[in-house]
DNA sequence: TTTAAATTCCCCACTTATCCCCACCATTCC
DNA sequence: GGAATGGTGGGGATAAGTGGGGAATTTAAA
């Protein structure tokens, strides 16, 4: 499982180090889009549930067409390196923004990539907005004894 | 699986370079017409799983018998070269309106060849619907782990 | 049939990007 | 304090993408 926050540097080469904590279930990824401006990593196995289903979607559809280019051409697979870091292609960072410092989030069943400034937005955006999340939370937390 | 998206030159000759990652599924592949304007890359193995389901639409309904036209007759045999390149024909370039800029996208089974331009066109096209995407996106990512 | 022109294919060469490795610094843990 | 671990930077070997020459083949014309 994924937690937590991290700040860490893109290099001038397109790596990033994935967090240490991580490395074992990540040694094969996958990144791509995601909403809000950010990257997301899947471990392969997770993706490969994921990717079948979106290549099966009708193609004689516009909309299906749309989608599955946007989530599997948008993707990329990825090992970490002998130093625990993967390469981001430049098609990716430029998507999120990314420069030099990035956040590194993890989401339970996946990890975020996001431009440190953007993040530090979306957070304040996200607190001052702290009410109706609060509503949102409060059906997950019913059945806590 | 094919995944991610690769900027590539058509040179002078009408050679494409495939993507390196990719070269040894598709040492033997068949490129067709696609939709949206793009040519579409398949390993021969797959083709030849397509081209019999292409082959046997309904010739009673005048779209279909114009859709298996549009497949199979523009469909030509590819060879990698020793350089890991493929010869794009004439009508094929003319077709998908390639110039020099391409770009090569992996989507799972097949690759797709847009011209450059297009290609960009059609990306923030999907972006400003990426609401309608969302959508269609919940319906598959249930069960990830 | 011969010749000329065009096309295709094979090979070589150059530039750029990628990958692998080593080195360094900071922090944490014994 | 010393050792181990984690993050960061960079050099050098290797591979990938690209362009072009020239032989072989095909096509067309004389």
């Known amino acids: 499982m994924f937690l937590g926050q991290y700040s860490h540097n893109i290099d001038a080469k397109g790596r990033l180090a994935v967090p240490a904590k991580f490395r074992n279930d990540l040694k094969k990824a996958?990144?791509?889009?995601?909403?809000?401006?950010?990257?997301?990593?899947?471990?392969?196995?997770?993706?490969?549930?994921?990717?079948?289903?979106?290549?099966?979607?009708?193609?004689?559809?516009?909309?299906?067409?749309?989608?599955?280019?946007?989530?599997?051409?948008?993707?990329?697979?990825?090992?970490?390196?002998g130093q625990g870091r993967i390469v981001l292609p430049d098609y990716l960072r430029k998507f999120a923004g990314l420069d030099k410092k990035v956040v590194v989030a993890g989401l339970y069943d996946r990890l975020e990539i996001w431009d440190e400034d953007q993040w530090n937005k979306m957070k304040s955006a996200t607190e001052k907005n702290s009410n109706s999340i609060a509503e949102q939370l409060s059906d997950l937390s019913t059945n806590i004894e």
């Open 30 to 81: 996958v990144v791509t889009q995601g909403f809000d401006n950010c990257l997301v990593l899947y471990p392969k196995k997770s993706w490969e549930q994921i990717a079948p289903k979106v290549a099966a979607m009708p193609i004689n559809k516009e909309s299906s067409r749309a989608v599955s280019r946007f989530i599997l051409a948008s993707a990329m697979d990825v090992e970490v390196d």
